[in-house]
């Protein structure tokens, strides 16, 4: 069975500095891998994937993340925050066939001026 | 193209009383989620459906929660009754049969008094 870890439950970060959330994975065949940000009563926006091929992925408001297979980690970085950053981060894994997303508990980004 | 629709967006109601939540897909696409995200969690699958048939409900409390996807397009859930422990928000999500990605409704916030 497959599970996501998100260590860091809160990151305050001040505006402009460099970012990471982490996440980790465990799943005994290959995985997708996924970031999702939410916003205050919105749903969940897909922030970037990982489905095969180049380990780093670039998404979107300049986010990007890099696939390591070996330590089973799929972080989240971003060089320079905004305060618009400011919300909730999922990370999840799914498997080729069942599409069934397992999500980690995410991490609540709080970028300050 | 429009997104995922769900509504109502906020019910609040008494413990033991019934509720139901509607969610209409992104045309075309023939798998549906639902989800529950109690809050600090990341959300948890609850039914998926592809077309108007349940590929997966392990995780359904079928004593209370009940869901159906008529003709293939929208859906609804409900809770009846409902426990103050039900108290999340309720997405919706869809996917296209060939693809990876999810895309999820706003969610309707719950709130059992």
């Known amino acids: 069975a497959q599970s996501v870890t998100q260590l860091d439950s809160q990151v305050p970060v001040f505006e402009e500095a460099p970012v990471e959330l982490r996440c980790n994975y465990s799943s005994s065949v290959s995985v997708y891998l996924f970031w999702y940000v939410q916003y205050p009563n919105q749903g969940l926006q897909l922030l970037l994937k990982y489905l095969s091929g180049s380990t780093l992925v670039k998404g979107i408001n300049g986010f990007e993340a890099e696939f390591n297979k070996s330590q089973t980690s799929f972080h989240l970085r971003k060089p320079s925050v905004h305060i618009s950053d400011t919300a909730e981060y999922f990370c999840a894994v799914s498997t080729s066939g069942t599409y069934k997303y397992i999500f980690g508990t995410g991490t609540r980004l709080k970028v300050l001026a | 193209e429009a997104g995922v629709a769900q509504s109502p967006r906020y019910k609040i109601i008494e413990k033991r009383q019934s509720v139901a939540f509607w969610c209409n897909p992104i045309?075309?696409?023939?798998?549906l989620y639902w989800y529950q995200q109690i809050l600090g969690q990341g959300p948890k699958l609850l039914i998926q459906f592809q077309n108007n048939g349940v590929v997966d409900d392990s995780q359904l409390p079928k004593d209370r929660f009940s869901a159906e996807r008529l003709k293939g397009v929208d859906s609804t859930l409900k809770i009846q009754p409902a426990k103050l422990e039900d108290s999340a928000v309720y997405l919706c999500?869809?996917?296209?049969?060939?693809?990876?990605?999810?895309?999820f409704g706003p969610g309707t916030r719950l709130t059992v008094l």
């Open positions: 045309s075309g696409h023939a798998t």
């Open positions: 999500a869809s996917r296209y049969s060939r693809a990876d990605t999810q895309y």
